[in-house]
């Protein structure tokens, strides 16, 4: 069964530091990994898709990498605001697969 | 990227009475899915809605429970039924498209 672990579950820094948010998976089988950010009580808004056969993907102060030989995706947000304040989820698809598999999640809090 | 409208957005309800969430697509997606977000926790996969026939359902979760309907390509409804507080979540839908999965804004369910 895929597992998928974001580490940490909380994390808060000052304005202006870059965040670096961990993702990891037990199964290198995965066929896209796709980045969420949630806010409270809210639905989820897509950051970015990156596809098995890619290493990364960027989207202004957002870069997302993949390395399936490790098992990891990061994610990391340059700068960071306090509009960046929310949870932050990775999700993979299992290759041949439709189903996302969600990890737990870090809680940013970002201070002014 | 394709919206998807979600509502309601919030509600109280009594127990042993039932709720329908709607989700409206403004385009055709193949795959939709309904998850639920228990409290402090991450998205659990109720159900994929198929179009044209019965939706699948994980383990754990079961039709009487929560019926689903998805009369065609851009939407589909949710129903949880004769509730208890235990089933106090956000619940949200989602569709799968070439650029990954886009969400509805959730309904953050109350029961009293």
């Known amino acids: 069964k895929q597992e998928v672990t974001q580490i940490p579950a909380a994390l808060s820094v000052p304005e202006g530091e870059n965040l670096v948010l961990n993702c990891s998976f037990t199964d290198s089988a995965i066929y896209n990994l796709q980045w969420f950010r949630q806010d409270p009580g809210k639905g989820l808004t897509s950051l970015l898709l990156i596809q098995s056969s890619q290493r990364e993907q960027t989207s202004g102060r957002l870069n997302a990498s993949l390395d399936k030989s490790s098992g990891r995706s990061t994610l990391y947000i340059a700068a960071s605001q306090p509009g960046d304040s929310a949870t932050y989820l990775c999700a993979f698809i299992k290759a041949a697969g439709n189903k996302l598999t969600f990890g737990g999640g870090t809680r940013v809090l970002v201070k002014p | ?112």
């Open chain 2, 1 to 112: 990227s394709a919206v998807i409208s979600q509502k309601p957005s919030r509600d109280i309800c009594q127990r042993g009475t039932s709720l329908t969430i709607q989700c409206q697509v403004d385009s055709q997606v193949t795959m939709m899915f309904w998850y639920r977000q228990q409290p402090g926790q991450s998205l659990t996969l109720i159900a994929t809605a198929n179009q044209g026939s019965e939706a699948t359902y994980e383990s754990g979760f079961v039709i009487d429970k929560f019926p689903i309907s998805r009369p065609n390509l851009t939407f589909s409804t949710l129903t949880v039924s004769n509730m208890s507080p235990e089933d106090s979540s956000i619940y949200l839908c989602s569709g799968k498209f070439h650029y990954g999965y886009t969400f509805g804004s959730g309904t953050r369910l109350t029961v009293v």
